[in-house]
């Protein structure tokens, strides 16, 4: 490796090293602020280095990684996501009393999967990536070892997400016995020299490994109980980060199939987008649980993300970047919301604990209203541009029949969002114990507030940075 | 030397099943041990000797020791040893002893009759290494990270109940 290979990795290095120094510093002395803090530092380093390694892009580090704007782009958004999860995961951690430092390590290895996989250009590092992240994430969901909701959601996301595995790697081999090589540029390959059973069935098993990842409809049974498991910090990680790097990475690779050529693979990729937005949005109306709510309102986002992907072309890169910018601002406050609400006694998930709230936590009903309404679509919020980007992105292509489902679920999904709000502004039955408001999680909630707004009125700065970075000027 | 792979694939689908049909973890070790014997020879016949060295000794040993384990664990006293008795009854170790007969007969026959095996490319020890620091070094340290999550879950979650509870720890 030449000197400026490890420069270009830079950021990776400081991320790999600083779950090691957590680990280090609990054997000396264990305490939660020291591993927050060593956690906090070892992200904000790691993030500045990204502008240090940017001067040495695009280089690719061995066969395994490939540093350029959209790796470093991505490794950035997860490295802030992950700030914010940390920031409110000190709070909710503070109120329940586990062995606390673990935490972050898990956190910080699985910030390193998820960069890992944006920067993944090998069948190697992607799956090493993958493991990386979904090893710390089964012991995060059950990290709260006392409860049951978490250890039952642990276990349903390592079987599920172990047969994935499975299936993913089995396609691996698949197209690696057919395209002899295993860089996922290979996979262009794939699509150039015409149709052959070995390249199918490997696609097919491997979209099944990603789209179990992506909790896309037929493979989203598990994201409901997992996210209502899971502790509240921890579901707002499974749900943007590690499904946004799996998706940076499906559209680096895939659009690289210039699927037309693969018709059936557009057919399957466009039904899979359309039963997740019309699954996402309908059973979502049938929850009581705002987690639950949540996690389908998730299933239902990716199927929009799916309609900008099968746009295809530039602009449909720029339509993801943005959506997956803006889907992580509104998925993190909400979860954060639901964090910073918990009480010592437990988390608030009932629609019904949720009534009256503006009444009690004023600030706290009016973020999770503004995330709410992100998440919907609506004007004055990132999630109005990001869907006003992909609907652009979809008629440009000429998608009419994906943009309409779009439409169509998206009014349905205004219905209970709009349930939830209407909850938080109705008359209070009873005092809800509610905890105090924790210092980090508020101040990671509001960041993500002002955040949501900059981004909803003010979204040429974002853009500005996106164009630059796909068309690297 | 395709009947090799066939045999030794088809002794590891058996095996592997029946792991997962046991209900005692000690028999279902019993046909884990022959699934990963099985998996090595696999290796061999795809002509990577050395890998499949490592299969034997690094799984197939693994879960020797902890079938040992298990074992010391429950010899604790006569009716423990009764026990025991059961646990190794003949209707549980003859279907792991044919299979693993069976790998060994096809290995020696192998051996016997053509010397070596066939394959014109043997990856040897020293191709391995050079893979693993040459292209692939990133993907040994990013490996030793996922090692690092693995240990730092399982210490979590593995611990006695007696600390877990809230009001404890730190």
Redesign the interface.
């Known amino acids: ?1 030449a000197p400026d290979d490890l420069r270009a990795l830079l950021p990776f290095m400081i991320l ?1 090293a600083s ?2 120094a957590v ?1 280090l510093a609990i054997a000396f002395y ?3 602020a020291l591993s927050f803090i060593i956690s906090i530092a070892g992200l904000l380093i790691s993030f500045g280095s990204l502008f240090y390694s940017f001067r040495y892009a695009p280089r690719a ?5 490939i540093i350029d704007r959209y790796s470093l782009f991505f490794t950035g958004l997860i490295l802030l996501a992950t700030l914010a999860v940390s920031l409110i995961s000190f709070g909710y951690l503070e109120n ?5 430092g ?1 935490y972050y ?2 956190l910080l ?2 910030a ?2 998820a960069s ?1 996989l944006v920067a993944s250009s090998h069948f ?2 992607f799956f ?2 993958l ?2 992240l979904s ?2 994430l ?3 969901v ?2 709260t ?2 409860s049951r909701f978490s250890l039952e959601a642990a276990f349903k996301y390592l079987v599920l997400a172990s047969v994935s595995s499975a299936f993913l790697l089995f396609g691996m081999a698949l197209i690696y016995s057919y395209a002899g090589t295993m860089e996922l540029a290979g996979l262009a390959l794939v699509s150039r020299a015409g149709p052959s059973v070995f390249a199918t069935a490997g696609l097919a098993m491997m979209l099944v490994g990603i789209g179990f990842k992506l909790a896309l409809a037929p493979f989203h049974m598990w994201t409901p109980d997992v996210y209502e498991g899971a502790p509240a910090p921890v579901s707002a990680f499974v749900a943007t980060v590690s499904k946004g790097a799996v998706f940076a990475l499906l559209v680096r690779y895939f659009s690289a199939f210039s699927l037309h050529d693969y018709p059936y693979l557009f057919w399957v990729l466009a039904g899979i987008s359309i039963l997740s937005m019309l699954i996402g949005n309908l059973l979502a109306l049938l929850q009581n649980n705002v987690k639950r709510i949540l996690a389908y309102s998730s299933i239902s986002q990716l199927g929009y993300l799916l309609v900008a992907f099968l746009a295809s072309g530039p602009q449909s890169f720029a339509a993801v970047s943005y959506y997956l910018a803006s889907y992580f601002v509104a998925m993190l406050g909400s979860f954060g919301i639901v964090a910073v609400l918990a009480g010592p006694r437990g988390e608030l998930v009932n629609l019904e604990d949720y009534q009256g709230l503006v009444w009690n936590r004023p600030w706290l009903a009016g973020i999770f209203t503004g995330m709410l309404l992100s998440l919907a679509g609506l004007p004055l919020t990132a999630g109005f541009i990001a869907k006003f980007y992909i609907v652009s992105a979809g008629v440009q292509a000429g998608q009419w029949a994906l943009v309409l489902v779009l439409a169509a679920s998206s009014v349905i999904g205004l219905f209970y969002y709009v349930r939830v709000i209407a909850a938080m502004y109705s008359k209070r039955l009873e005092a809800v114990p509610y905890g105090e408001v924790p210092v980090g999680g508020g101040i990671a909630v509001a960041v993500l507030t002002v955040a949501l707004l900059w981004l909803g009125i003010w979204p040429s700065t974002l853009i500005g940075i996106i164009q630059r970075m796909i068309y690297g000027n | 030397m395709e009947y090799l792979f066939y045999i030794s694939g088809a002794a590891a689908v058996i095996s592997t099943f029946m792991v997962i049909i046991q209900t005692k973890a000690v028999h279902a070790l019993l046909y884990l041990i022959v699934s990963l014997l099985s998996v090595a020879l696999v290796f061999f016949s795809f002509g990577a000797p050395f890998v499949a060295a490592l299969e034997v000794i690094i799984y197939a040993g693994a879960i020797m020791v902890l079938f040992v384990f298990v074992i010391m664990m429950l010899n604790l006293g006569p009716e423990a040893a009764e026990e025991e008795k059961k646990l190794i009854s003949a209707r549980m170790w003859i279907g792991p002893s044919i299979l693993a007969a069976i790998l060994l007969a096809v290995l020696i026959y192998t051996l016997t009759r053509t010397g070596t095996i066939a394959n014109p490319l043997i990856v040897g020890p020293k191709e391995v290494g050079m893979a693993l620091y040459g ?5 040994v ?3 030793s ?2 090692l ?3 240990m ?6 593995g ?1 006695g109940r007696r ?8």
Do not use: C, K, Q
């Open positions: 490796m790999a779950p090691v680990i264990r305490g939660h580090v061995t066969p395994l990684l329940r009393s586990y062995r606390r673990e390590a898990l290895s699985a390193l999967g890992t190697a590092s090493l990536g493991e990386i090893l710390s089964y012991a995060m059950a990290y070892r006392g | 292209p692939y070094l990133i993907g340290e990013l490996a990270i996922l690092l999550a693995g730092v879950g399982a210490y979590h979650l611990r600390y877990g509870g809230p009001g404890e720890g730190e």
